[in-house]
């Protein structure tokens, strides 16, 4: 079932897996997409007095859906909370469900510095202010200047950078704290050095990940001063398969989903390669993939 109600499209029973980067998942309960802040504004008390669980989907690309789906409502923010705006001379404010792969088309047309280290990031701003989304060339956090969203409570509140606990791949928003847009500190450049730097990245990137393939990304956090890539590479457990999943032969940090992957073949593979690196290393990888829907 799909309706639309003042501003929101709201689907009932919806498939998760289509709408993450593994292609894993079962349904949502309820997914609404508001096609502005205004319309997520009203909605938001009415959502929060009727207690059902809420969880926030940006693009999908930091995700590991359960099997049985989640059995509440997702608030997707989509690319209708998207785009990018010049504000001054020195600031680009950018809706919260804009890609990063639109950022970086603005940034090398117009000539825009600062946030080509997003190049090949598959997630929205959203997405990239709760996991302090980052890569060789630096992090969200490193030139925000604060973002604006909306609460609970249906209140529009803007939280300076410094007021956000930022630390490694993650961000600690306010509980359920709606990210509607954000604002960075942007210099001026020539576009064509802007787009070097950022083919540059991008050309790195398809040397060293299977981009093309269905994964989540990195599934671990990198431990202090290694990389979780590495040590899954020395303790052999590349191409380690279980089911539909697999441990990408290109980078040890990527599980990929060949086709039929289950939520569970992913689980239990990540138990395999967390057991592999421990009896090697004796390192605990974390999870840098966020799971969704296993009660937990
Ligand atoms: C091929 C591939 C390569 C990747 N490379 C990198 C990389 O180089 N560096 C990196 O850091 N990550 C990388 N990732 C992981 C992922 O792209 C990032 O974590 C990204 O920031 C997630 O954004 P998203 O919009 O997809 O968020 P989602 O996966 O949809 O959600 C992630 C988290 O953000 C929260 N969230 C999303 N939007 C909002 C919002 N508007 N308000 C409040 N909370 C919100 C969600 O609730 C969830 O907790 C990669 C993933 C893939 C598949």
């Not at 409570?153 to 847009?181: K, M, N, Q």
């Not at 899954?232 to 940090?253: M, R």
């Not at 290393?281 to 296993?294: A, C, Q, S, T």
Request: net charge negative; with cysteine.
């Amino acid at each position: 079932m799909t309706g639309e109600i003042a501003g929101l499209k709201v689907r009932v029973d919806v498939p998760l897996g289509r709408l993450t980067t593994f292609k894993i998942g079962g349904p949502a309960a309820i997914l609404v997409t508001p096609e502005n802040e205004d319309a997520l504004r009203r909605a938001m008390t009415p959502i929060r007095d009727s207690g059902i669980p809420v969880l926030i989907l940006g693009n999908g690309s930091n995700l590991l859906v359960s099997d049985a789906g989640f059995p509440g409502l997702v608030l997707r923010v989509g690319s209708a909370l998207g785009g990018v705006e010049p504000e001054g001379p020195d600031r680009l404010r950018i809706g919260a469900g804009t890609l990063w792969s639109r950022v970086l088309r603005f940034v090398m047309a117009e000539g825009w510095t600062g946030l080509e280290f997003g190049a090949g990031i598959p997630g929205t701003l959203g997405g990239a202010i709760a996991t302090n989304a980052g890569t060789r060339g630096g992090e969200t956090a490193d030139s925000l200047v604060s973002i604006r969203g909306v609460g609970p409570d249906g209140e529009v509140r803007e939280i300076a950078r410094t007021d956000l606990p930022f630390v490694y791949r993650r961000c600690e928003l306010p509980e359920g704290y709606v990210v509607t847009s954000t604002l960075f500190a942007a210099g001026r450049e020539d576009p064509e050095k802007v787009a070097e730097t950022v083919r540059g990245y991008q050309a790195e990137r398809r040397r060293d990940q299977p981009e093309r393939e269905p994964s989540a990304g990195c599934v671990f956090k990198n431990p202090p001063g290694t990389s979780a890539g590495k040590l899954i590479d020395q303790a052999g457990l590349k191409g380690s398969a279980v089911g539909g999943a697999i441990v990408s032969e290109v980078h040890g940090n990527f599980i990929i989903n060949r086709g039929e992957a289950t939520a569970d073949d992913v689980l239990r593979l990540i138990d395999q390669v967390r057991a592999g690196v421990r009896r090697e290393f004796g390192v605990e990888l974390e999870l840098e993939v966020r799971r969704w829907g296993f009660g937990d």
